[in-house]
């Protein structure tokens, strides 16, 4: 338990804590966005480099602004519109805790050996080789699934004709 | 308490965090914004798992969280895009009002 | 002093500096070392660019440009950071505090990350890192999002309009400009920086293999080159921040430090851009010619961004600005499909044998569908007969 990782892990649940714990959803998304940051350096320290460049790219560059252009168009933002919290916050406060006990009791349980393997470098060669070959048949689907997300997405958010009403 | 311990806790307790979020917020957006979370965190438990596990040379970790990243930025691209057509039909994002379905 | 010398000066004076240096400090002392110099050199550039840049807007719209703080004007950079340092630093009362203290630093930031991938001379890379053109651009991304900060925290209409306008434009050509360096990769295997300028150091008799002088790369090149000046905001691509349009976009509610910080930013984007596209097309710190490799690497380097830096410049003062709309539809419409286009031309280029046949074939590929896009994509209007009326 290394002091980076500790200030790592303390920045991620920092960040996370209180995207989902503000009122202003501007703010909860960029303290989210900080809370993905800590996660990429978290993957840049167990060495994959790849997932964690990527992480940023993706997670910060653009769901972040994704998510912040749906708060702006739904005008979600303003002098306290609403409650922050459902009506059903406590059974739901209690479920996750419980959640979060049953994982702790089983991470902490469980039988995990005390030897550290050595780092394997990852080269991003390997990763191509391995998306080219092994993996090839995930990665046709994953463009299958991205096309139809897009198009999914366009058509969803697309104004409907005056004519229809 | 060795490394592998360390970011299985973290990994459980973003999960929780983002659970949290995601049943107790008001807000469509920020539910999503909870699944977002969720997803992370079972990121960074596949990456722990492959960088202590017994087989990093293939990769297996690394790919899933490639192919989990995409994923997850195309389903937060849809769930979006619902949310805008719900907030164009509902003029609300609050969830405690959106119960025409119910009972 | 051989040429050798001369050329790896800064690796040898810093191997020099690092045996004073304890050894248990010996990666803090040699990361600040190489950190250093990029800190001081590229703000000293962006104050000489200012300067370059007036001058040079001025002489092409027939005008002087700024002459009278110094012989022809050349320490107006020394008055422009005296008064940008001691104006009155006004901050909106509804402006979000935080956020309007944090988009600055964000956007200088990630500008300056960027610099940590580009080599700039021989073995002289802050960092070589296996997946560099990966954490370029994920850097870059960062970029948007301090945008999008500045804007909202003022709280000001102008602010909010231009922001959005500006990271509408900045996300639609993200995708060329990864789509256009995507060739490079190709067809240099490796997504290290270094290892892409390496390849490209070589020399069949005279003439250097930079990826500039083949056909794809010459087309990517040109994708790469409008792609980055619509990322960095610079005109023809300056909507969001144009000064007889919104003001001046999300910047508008900004004044004094921070409205330098800003500016600093975005030049110091269009510099790291630049900088790419010499290390991806241009061969990096390479010489042009065979004959000309005892001038020294960084010297190359330099002298290529500096040309780059005066095509921006003359591009600002030559082309009237693009409307959003036109912006969005060269972005989708043109430049997507012919950066696709490109990466079927290389991957044609590398399979076919050597020879005239597939300059021939890869020159047809990207012409003719340059030539068929434009002239699908012009905006068919039947424009009447001028007349005039003068007042009487």
């Known amino acids: 338990m290394t002091v980076s990782f500790l200030i790592l892990a303390a920045l991620t649940i920092a960040g996370t804590a209180a995207a989902m714990s503000l009122r202003n959803l501007i703010h909860c998304v960029l303290t989210l966005t900080l809370g993905f940051v800590g996660l990429a350096m978290l993957y840049l320290q167990l060495g994959a480099q790849f997932v964690g460049f990527t992480q940023i790219l993706v997670y910060v560059g653009a769901v972040a602004i994704l998510a912040v252009f749906a708060i702006m168009m739904t005008q979600s933002v303003g002098p306290h519109v609403q409650p922050a919290l459902s009506s059903f916050w406590v059974p739901g406060s209690v479920v996750a805790s419980a959640v979060f006990a049953v994982l702790a009791w089983a991470i902490c349980s469980g039988a995990t050996s005390v030897r550290t393997p050595p780092q394997h470098d990852v080269s991003v060669n390997q990763i191509g080789d391995a998306l080219m070959h092994k993996f090839a048949l995930p990665l046709e689907i994953m463009g299958l699934l991205l096309t139809a997300a897009l198009i999914g997405a366009v058509i969803l958010a697309m104004p409907e004709k005056k004519g229809e009403q | 308490m060795n490394p592998l311990t360390g970011y299985l806790l973290l990994s459980a307790l973003l999960f929780s965090i983002g659970l949290a979020g995601a049943l107790t917020r008001r807000n469509a957006i920020l539910v999503l914004i909870g699944i977002e979370l969720m997803l992370n965190a079972a990121n960074l438990n596949f990456i722990a798992f492959w960088r202590y596990g017994p087989n990093p040379a293939a990769l297996t970790g690394v790919m899933f969280t490639i192919f989990s990243i995409s994923v997850a930025a195309a389903e937060a691209a849809v769930g979006l895009g619902i949310i805008l057509a719900v907030y164009r039909h509902a003029k609300t994002t609050d969830l405690d009002q959106m119960n025409s379905m119910k009972g | ?392």
Not at chain 3, 10 to 15: D, E, I, N, R
Not at chain 3, 229 to 234: G, V
């Open chain 3, 1 to 392: 002093m051989t040429p050798e010398t001369i050329d790896q000066i800064f690796v040898l004076s810093k191997g020099w500096l690092l045996g004073y240096v304890l050894a248990a400090l010996q990666p803090i002392g040699s990361a600040i070392l190489s950190v250093v110099p990029v800190l001081v050199v590229f703000p000293l550039l962006f104050a000489i660019t200012t300067v370059l840049e007036r001058k040079g807007l001025g002489r092409i719209q027939n005008r002087y440009g700024p002459n009278r703080v110094g012989p022809y004007g050349i320490w107006q950079p020394i008055a422009d950071g005296i008064k940008s340092l001691t104006k009155e630093d006004i901050v909106p009362r509804t402006a979000d505090q935080v956020v309007h203290f944090l988009a600055p630093l964000l956007l200088v930031l990630a500008a300056f990350l960027a610099y940590a991938v580009l080599p700039i001379g021989k073995n002289m890379v802050i960092t070589n890192l296996n997946a560099g053109l990966l954490f370029f651009f994920a850097v870059g991304s960062m970029v948007e999002l301090a945008v999008f900060m500045a804007g909202w925290s003022s709280r000001s209409k102008y602010s909010l309009l231009g922001a959005m306008r500006a990271v509408a434009q900045m996300i639609s050509y993200e995708v060329p400009l990864v789509l256009a360096s995507i060739v490079v990769i190709m067809a240099s295997g490796s997504l290290s920086t270094v290892d892409i300028v390496n390849m490209q150091a070589t020399y069949t008799g005279i003439w250097p293999h930079w990826f500039l002088f083949t056909p794809w790369g010459f087309a990517g090149f040109i994708l790469f080159m409008i792609a980055a000046t619509a990322e960095s905001n610079r005109a023809p691509f300056d909507l969001p921040e144009g000064e007889s349009e919104i003001i001046a976009g999300y910047y508008i509610e900004y004044s004094g430090f921070k409205f330098a910080l800003f500016f600093l930013g975005e030049y110091l984007g269009m510099f790291a851009t630049s900088g790419l596209a010499i290390t991806l097309f241009l061969g990096g710190w390479a010489a042009p010619f065979s004959f000309l490799t005892w001038i020294p690497s960084y010297l190359w380097f330099f002298l290529k961004l500096l040309t780059l830096i005066a095509a921006f410049i003359w591009a600002r003062g030559t082309f009237p600005r693009l409307r959003m709309d036109q912006l969005m539809g060269l972005a989708w419409k043109f430049m997507l499909p012919m950066t696709l286009l490109n990466i079927f031309t290389a991957g044609v280029w590398h399979f076919m044998p050597t020879g005239i046949s597939r300059w021939l074939v890869c020159t047809f590929l990207i012409v003719a569908p340059w030539m068929l896009l434009s002239r699908g994509l012009k905006q068919r209007k039947k424009l009447q007969v001028r007349t005039y009326r003068f007042a009487e």
